[in-house]
C-alpha cells in the first residue's frame, strides 16, 4: 500500500495584498521511493490547488491563523492536517507528515476507497475537491474481510463480475471470467499496491464491470524500499507461513529491483484431511531510461498442492457429532490421504513501457504470457461399488427405506458410522485389495485416481492512454487484446495396485454392449490399456480470441463532476477434439464452427459536491457480455456441439449513494439496482434413471440484484472509532430459463424442459448482513478491533429438475407435495464475534509488527454458509430425503498470528 510523505515548506516570502495574508508553498513527495508528486489535490482554507510536474505548489492569498491541509490523489491515502499560518514574516521551516496505511491482506477482496476530507460548509463558492477513493469507506472493509467469513458477497455479484489487472494486463479466467486469486497467493507485500475502482465508478486503467476493477502494480520503482521478514501461524486452512520480501526503491543508476517469496504449509487444520503444501514468488525489475521513458518486468507464481473438502449430509455430521466431516479421505497405512486434491501452478511474465511524453499526456504499453497446469485428482471406478464413505446407500438412513430389512440393520450401520473409520472414511486398504484380486484373473483396475486437468497459456495486450487536457478534463482510452488455449483432459495418477485401465466408456457398455465403436472414449485408439501418466477419458482443446477497445472522458466543475464511457469488443472461440468418440463420431475429432461475439457497454456517472462535507453520487451503465465458453458446449468433453440459442447477456445496472465526510464522522448510504438477462449455465451430474452422467443445459436465465447499503465511521474520541455497516438485499431469479439435459452415453436424444424457477432466491451468500465494531488506537502503537456481526436471508442453492412439470407429474392441483417438492429452503441466519490486537514497535529503525487475531469467538458452529440440493432425486416414491441436501458449515473459533520486521 501506498504512503505519501509529504514535506511541506512553508515560506513567507511576502506581504500579499492584504496585510493579513501569507504566501505559501510546499512540493508533496512519495514516501516509499522519494519521487515527488505530481497532480496531487491540495486544499487550503478555501483554495483548492494542484502540484506541478516537479511536486511543487504555491499560492499568495492564504488568510493567517489556523487552516486545514488536505492532500489527496487518486492511489494514496488521504492526508488531513491542521496547521497554523502565521504573520507573513513567519518561516515554518519544514514541517513533515507521514501517512499510517490502511492495510488489507485478505487476497481476493473488493475494496473501494472514499476519501477522508473536512472543508467549511460555508465554501459553496469555492471549488470542492473530487471525492477520491480511499480505503476509508467503512462498508467495504467491513463486508470485505468481517463480513467474507460467510462468503458475503458485495451486492450479490459473483465474482466474474469484478475483473481484476496484474499491472495492466487482464488475469480473469476467460474461460469461466473469474479471476483465480490463488494463483498469486502468499504475496501479500509484494502485491499490496492496488488500484481499485468500485462498481461502476470512473477507471482510469479499464472500462470496469458492474462489481468494479481492481489493478495490482507491481512496479518496482512504487515498491516500498524495505527487507521484511514475516512469520504466520493459524489454525485454518494452513498452519504456518514464511515470507521473506527485498526491495531497493528507486536506486542512482535508475534501476529498481523486488524480490518476494513465501512457503505456506499444514496438514492439520479445522476440518480433517485438509493439507496445504504451496510456494510463491515474485520479481521485478525496472529501468528508468529517462524522464519520458521506463521499463519493467515483472515475473510471479505460487505453486500450490491442497487437499480439499467436501459438503456432506446433515445425518453424516451428525453421526459422527461434527459438522466439519470431511468424505474425501481415510487412512492408508495409518496416514491420512485425500483422494481430491487440488494441484496448480500458472505462472505469468509481464512487460510494461511507460511512456510520458509530458505533464498532460502519457501511454502505457503492456504484453504478458502465462501457462501452466491446473489439475484437480478424484477416485474413478468401474464395475465396482462406490467407494465414497457418505454415498447414500452407505447411510442408515437408507436401510430403513428397504422395509424388508429388520431396523436393527440401521442402527448397526450406525455404529459402524460412529466407530470404525473405514465405515466413514475413505478404506484405501479395500480399494487396493480389490485390485490385486483384478490383477489375479488379468483384468483391469476397478479403482484408481484420476487427475482432471486444464492447463492454459494465453498471451495478452494492453495499451492504456491517459490525457489531462487541463484541470476539467481527462480522457483515457484502452485496448485489450488477448489470445487464449485451454487444454482440457484426464490423466491416471494412481494406479492403487492395479495393472491397467482400459479407456472406454462404461455406461456406454450397459447401454450399447453390442456395439463396439459406441463404447470407445477414442476410436483412433481403440480399447487403448492405460496406466499412470496416460491420457483418457477425454481430450480436447477451447480457442478464445478477444478484444476490447474502450474510452472515457472525466469532467471536473465546481460543483459537479460527471464521466462518460463507452467500449466495444469482440470474443470468438471454438472446441478441438482430439479424440474421435464413439458416441458422436462424426462431431467429436477435429475443430467445431467458430462462434463471434460482438458486445458493448456504456455508462455515466455523477457526483454533485453539496459543500465539503455532503456528496451525492449516481451512476448508470448498459453492458453485454459473450458468454463463457464453459457454459458454450452440450457437452464438451465428448463433441462439438453448441448449446442452443446461445448469446450474450446484457447487464443493466444503476446506484446511488449520499456521502457525508468530515474528519470525525464518515457516512455512505446506497440503493442499487442491476439487471441481468440471457445468461447461461452448464450442470454435470449422474441421473439415476438414466444411468448415466448428464448435463443440463440452462439459457434464459434472468436475475435482479436490489438493495441498500449502510456504512458509518464515527470517531468518538481521539483513539476510539465505531463502525456500523449494514447491507439489506434482495437477489432473485426472474425467469424460467430453458433447460437441455444431454446425456453422456447418447443412449437418448437431448430433452427440453422448463425450468420454473422465477422469483426464486440467488444462493451462496447472505443477502442481508450487518457488523457493528469498535476500533481503538493507543498514541503507542497498540490497537484493538471488535466486531459483532449478523447474517441472514442465506438460501441453498435448489436441483433445477425439482422444478420441472416431470417433477410432480400425476400430482393434482393443490396437492401439498407440490409445495414440498418445489420450495426452496431458507437456511438460518446467526450471530459471530471476531476481535484482534496488535502492537507496532520501532527498534533502533526496525519496524517490527505483531498482531492476533480471532474469529468466530463465540464458536458459533451451527451457522451454515453455503449448501445445495443433491441433483439425484426420486422420481418414483417422492421421498425428498432419500437424497438429503449437502451443507458447509463457518468454520467455529479460528485465529491468525503473524509477526513481522521490516528494516
Avoid: C
Amino acid at each position: 500500500m501506498k504512503r505519501i510523505l509529504f514535506l511541506l515548506m512553508f515560506l513567507i516570502a511576502a506581504i500579499a495584498i492584504q496585510a493579513q495574508n501569507a504566501k505559501v508553498s510546499g512540493r508533496v513527495f512519495d514516501s516509499e521511493s522519494g519521487k515527488v508528486i505530481k497532480d496531487a489535490v491540495i486544499q487550503i482554507g478555501n483554495q483548492t490547488l494542484m502540484t506541478n510536474d516537479e511536486g511543487y505548489f504555491e499560492s499568495n492569498n492564504i488568510p493567517v491563523g489556523k487552516a486545514n491541509i488536505t492532500i489527496s490523489l487518486e492511489g494514496y491515502n488521504t492526508s488531513i492536517s491542521e496547521v497554523e499560518i502565521n504573520a507573513p514574516e513567519t518561516n515554518f521551516g519544514v514541517f513533515n507528515l507521514e501517512l499510517t496505511p490502511i492495510n488489507i491482506d485478505r487476497a481476493g477482496i473488493s475494496e473501494v476507497y472514499l476519501s477522508t476530507l473536512d472543508f467549511d460548509d460555508d465554501n459553496k463558492g469555492q471549488n470542492i475537491p473530487a471525492l477520491l477513493h480511499s480505503t476509508s469507506d467503512a462498508f467495504t472493509n467491513t463486508a470485505s474481510f468481517t463480513l467474507g467469513a460467510a462468503y458475503f458477497r458485495v451486492r450479490g455479484y459473483d465474482s466474474e463480475n469484478s475483473l481484476v489487472y496484474m499491472s495492466g494486463i487482464p488475469v480473469n479466467d476467460p474461460e469461466t471470467g473469474r479471476p483465480a486469486w490463488s494463483e498469486w497467493g502468499g504475496l501479500n507485500d509484494a502485491m499490496r499496491n492496488k488500484d481499485v475502482v468500485n462498481g461502476l465508478n470512473a477507471s482510469r486503467f479499464s472500462f470496469g464491470s458492474v462489481g468494479g476493477a481492481t489493478n495490482i502494480i507491481t512496479r518496482a520503482s512504487l515498491q516500498r524500499k524495505q527487507t521484511k521478514i514475516s512469520y504466520a501461524l493459524s489454525n485454518k486452512s494452513y498452519t504456518n507461513r514464511v515470507m521473506l520480501t527485498y526491495s531497493t526503491g528507486l536506486m542512482e543508476n535508475n534501476w529498481a529491483f523486488t524480490v518476494s517469496g513465501s512457503r505456506r504449509w499444514g496438514n492439520t487444520s479445522y476440518v480433517d484431511g485438509i493439507f496445504y503444501d504451496a510456494w510463491a514468488y515474485f520479481g521485478s525489475a525496472e529501468k528508468k531510461i529517462n524522464q519520458k521513458h521506463s521499463v519493467a518486468l515483472t515475473v510471479y507464481g505460487s505453486p500450490t498442492k491442497r487437499g480439499m473438502q467436501a459438503a456432506s449430509t446433515q445425518e453424516a455430521y451428525d453421526l459422527l457429532g461434527t459438522n466439519y466431516y470431511n468424505p474425501n479421505w481415510g487412512y492408508q497405512a495409518g496416514e491420512k490421504r485425500n483422494a481430491k486434491v487440488k494441484n496448480f501452478h500458472e505462472p505469468m511474465f509481464i512487460l510494461n513501457h511507460y511512456w510520458n511524453f509530458n505533464d498532460k499526456m502519457k501511454l502505457t504499453n503492456s504484453i504478458a504470457y502465462s501457462w501452466g497446469r491446473n489439475g484437480t485428482s478424484n477416485l474413478n471406478w468401474y464395475n465396482a461399488p462406490d467407494p465414497r464413505p457418505d454415498y447414500y446407500r452407505y447411510l442408515p438412513s437408507y436401510a430403513l427405506l428397504d422395509t424388508l430389512l429388520d431396523p436393527s440393520v440401521a442402527q448397526a450401520i450406525a455404529n459402524n458410522w460412529k466407530n470404525d473409520p473405514n465405515t466413514s472414511q475413505i478404506n484405501w486398504d479395500h480399494l487396493y485389495d480389490v485390485n490385486r484380486l483384478a490383477n489375479l484373473s488379468g483384468a483391469q483396475a476397478n479403482y484408481i485416481i484420476e487427475e482432471r486437468r486444464n492447463d492454459q497459456s494465453q498471451i495478452s495486450f494492453n495499451s492504456l492512454f491517459n490525457y489531462k487536457k487541463n484541470e476539467h478534463l481527462m480522457v483515457t482510452a484502452g485496448l485489450e487484446l488477448g489470445k487464449y488455449t485451454g487444454k482440457h483432459f484426464k490423466t491416471i495418477l494412481d494406479m492403487l495396485g492395479g495393472e491397467y485401465w482400459t479407456d472406454i466408456d462404461q455406461y456406454a457398455i450397459q447401454d450399447f454392449p453390442t456395439n463396439a465403436d459406441a463404447m470407445q472414449n477414442d476410436l483412433n485408439n481403440p480399447d487403448r490399456k492405460v496406466g499412470v501418466g496416460d491420457t483418457y477419458g477425454y481430450n480436447y482443446n477451447t480457442y478464445e480470441n478477444t478484444g476490447l477497445l474502450w474510452g472515457q472522458a472525466e469532467f471536473t466543475y465546481n460543483k459537479i463532476e460527471f464521466f462518460a464511457a463507452a467500449n466495444v469488443g469482440f470474443t470468438q472461440f471454438w472446441r478441438e477434439g482430439l479424440y474421435k468418440n464413439g458416441r458422436d463420431p462424426e462431431n467429436s475429432f477435429g475443430n467445431s464452427d467458430k462462434k463471434n461475439f460482438t458486445n458493448y457497454g456504456v455508462k455515466g456517472g455523477a457526483t454533485y459536491k453539496i459543500n465539503g462535507h455532503n456528496y451525492v453520487v449516481g451512476n448508470v451503465g448498459y453492458m453485454t457480455r459473450a458468454p463463457f465458453v464453459k457454459n458454450a458446449f452440450v457437452l464438451p468433453t465428448i463433441k462439438n456441439t453448441y448449446v442452443p440459442d446461445l448469446k450474450s447477456e446484457s447487464i443493466l445496472s444503476g446506484d446511488i449513494s449520499y456521502i457525508y465526510n468530515t474528519q470525525n464522522v464518515k457516512v455512505r448510504l446506497s440503493a442499487y439496482h442491476t439487471k441481468f438477462q440471457d445468461g447461461s449455465r452448464i450442470i454435470t451430474y449422474y441421473h439415476d434413471d438414466y444411468r448415466t452422467f448428464v448435463n443440463m443445459t440452462m439459457t434464459g436465465i434472468d436475475k435482479v440484484m436490489q438493495g441498500f447499503e449502510l456504512g458509518a465511521d464515527i470517531k468518538v474520541t481521539s483513539t476510539i472509532s465505531v463502525i456500523a455497516v449494514g447491507a439489506l438485499g434482495n437477489y432473485r431469479y426472474t425467469s424460467r430459463p430453458t433447460a437441455t439435459v444431454s446425456l453422456e452415453n447418447q443412449a437418448k436424444p437431448d430433452i427440453t424442459e422448463t425450468i420454473y424457477q422465477n422469483n426464486f432466491y440467488l444462493s451462496g451468500t447472505p443477502q442481508n448482513a450487518a457488523s457493528l465494531g469498535v476500533k481503538y488506537a493507543h498514541p503507542k502503537y497498540w490497537f484493538f478491533n471488535a466486531n459483532v456481526n449478523y447474517f441472514d436471508k442465506m438460501w441453498l442453492d435448489f436441483n433445477p429438475e425439482r422444478r420441472t412439470e416431470n417433477a410432480i407429474t400425476g400430482m393434482g392441483y393443490g396437492d401439498p407435495l407440490i409445495s414440498a417438492i418445489t420450495k426452496q429452503q431458507q437456511l438460518d441466519g446467526g450471530f459471530t464475534l471476531d476481535a484482534s490486537i496488535g502492537k507496532s514497535i520501532l527498534y533502533k529503525k526496525h519496524y517490527i509488527n505483531i498482531n492476533f487475531s480471532m474469529s468466530n469467538i463465540l464458536n458459533n458452529q451451527n451457522l451454515i454458509t453455503n449448501g445445495y440440493e443433491q441433483m439425484r432425486y426420486d422420481y418414483v416414491d417422492n421421498n425428498l430425503n432419500k437424497f438429503s441436501p449437502k451443507y458447509f458449515y463457518m468454520l467455529g473459533r479460528t485465529f491468525y498470528l503473524t509477526a513481522s520486521i521490516r528494516f
